[in-house]
């Protein structure tokens, strides 16, 4: 393993004159094509250890969601004429000592459950179609996954990358579509659906939020109960950029409204996936829920990819715990990103790479705890997986 410390004095994010983040919410369709991908790749999991005792090779990083159709939609109703169509394509292993492995039951039964408890406006029995497309993976993956190793070894040559900490355009971004998609939110106002998407744009000591928020057209009777919705999506986002930032922050929503010609931002389902848009496996959020054009990225899509052994998806989190581990050592740094690069066939904790960017004067104290840091979470690799298979890490 190659660690190279470097210390850069560049400027950081948080001072560069502008700053754009995004985030596509729950119900976004890209971000419900991750779901779809990450909570088969657990159910999977799940069924491999409770059966056979331990995970068998699979990636199911592959899924297309084909958006319906709906007529009707205006205030006090609508209705869904073709439904949500979602294919979920990947590799697993469908015969495991001579038993079948359900995954076509699986996919349907976990979507529709996790989807029936997301989507509240959603009826997963008439709004969407689930259909699966997986097979066994090539010879020479699965033969490479199932080596009798104590070491799993990289399923790909790919890598990941986190930084930190987060700016406050960033949290603030994070804050604002969890907050409306919180179940208690709902609960209180269901006429905002789940598909929200939060652009964020800092320029200077100024932040611009632009929200596109789903309505449920059946919870809203009129025109002014719309506006009403909009100014209570308004007053959330305004709470939490007073406790948040400092800065000036002016918040738009649903600018494509046009009241004069009767347009608006309605919906059946909560989705824009009823109608008005498709969604992919990682096209949407980074495995640190965000998209940050200013900051390092990888564009390897985390979700669905196998938990053991696929380094596009485990070297994100690694990563993640590599830079919150210098944080809480050195809280003082303005910013830290970690990068590593893998090589198929090689042990996963044995990397081609890793480079840790830390903006501070060099020190060799800091190299020491550093490279003391990363031995640490190298060693603690293998046994990743199981915090995944628990949720532990929101990959998108």
């Known amino acids: 393993m190659s660690l190279e410390i470097s210390f850069s004095k560049n400027t950081t994010v948080s001072n560069m004159p502008v700053e754009f983040v995004e985030r596509k919410g729950k119900g976004h369709p890209d971000t419900l094509s991750d779901r779809a991908s990450e909570e088969l790749s657990i159910s999977l999991c799940d069924y491999y250890l409770s059966n056979f005792g331990r995970i068998y090779h699979h990636n199911v990083d592959k899924c297309v969601l084909v958006g319906g159709q709906s007529k009707d939609v205006t205030f006090g109703g609508g209705k869904v004429t073709e439904p949500i169509y979602l294919m979920m394509v990947g590799r697993a292993a469908g015969r495991v000592e001579g038993k079948e492995v359900p995954i076509e039951k699986m996919a349907q039964d976990v979507t529709k459950q996790w989807m029936a408890k997301e989507m509240h406006a959603l009826d997963t029995e008439k709004d969407i179609t689930i259909v699966t497309k997986i097979r066994p993976g090539s010879f020479d993956l699965v033969k490479n996954y199932d080596l009798d190793d104590d070491i799993p070894l990289a399923n790909d040559t ?14 603030l971004v994070l804050a604002v579509e969890n907050e409306l998609n919180l179940p208690e939110t709902k609960r209180k106002y269901p006429q905002i659906g789940e598909d929200i998407k939060v652009m ?3 320029r200077g000591n100024k932040i611009n939020l632009t929200i596109a928020c789903a309505v449920v057209s059946r919870f809203v009777k009129n025109e002014t109960e719309y506006i009403e919705t909009i ?3 308004r007053s959330i986002a305004q709470n939490l950029a007073l406790k948040l930032t400092s ?7 649903n600018t494509a409204d046009n009241f004069v010609k009767k347009m ?12 008005g848009d498709d969604g992919q496996v990682g096209r949407g959020n980074r495995a640190n829920g965000l998209i940050t054009p200013f900051r390092p990225m990888t564009l390897e899509a985390t979700a669905g990819k196998n938990p053991i052994s696929h380094t596009g998806k485990i070297y994100n989190i690694c990563a993640r715990t590599i830079v919150s581990a210098i944080l809480k050592e050195y809280p003082e740094l303005e910013q830290t990103s970690c990068y590593i690069v893998s090589e198929i066939g090689k ?4 990397p081609q790479a890793i480079n840790i960017d830390l903006f501070a004067d060099r020190s060799s104290k800091i ?5 003391s840091i990363v031995d640490e979470k190298m060693r603690d690799l ?7 298979v628990k949720r532990e890490y929101s990959l998108f």
Do not use: C
């Open 347 to 350: 042990p996963i904790n044995q």
């Open 158 to 171: 790919s890598f990941g990358v986190w930084y930190g900490p987060n700016t406050e355009i960033e949290d």
């Open 200 to 202: 964020g744009v800092r």
């Open 367 to 371: 190299e020491k705890d550093v490279q």
């Open 247 to 253: 800065m000036d922050v002016a918040i738009k929503i």
């Open 264 to 275: 608006y931002y309605l919906t059946v389902t909560g989705t824009s996936a009823e109608h």
């Open 382 to 388: 293998p046994n990743l997986w199981k915090t995944i």
């Open 231 to 233: 100014e209570i999506v």
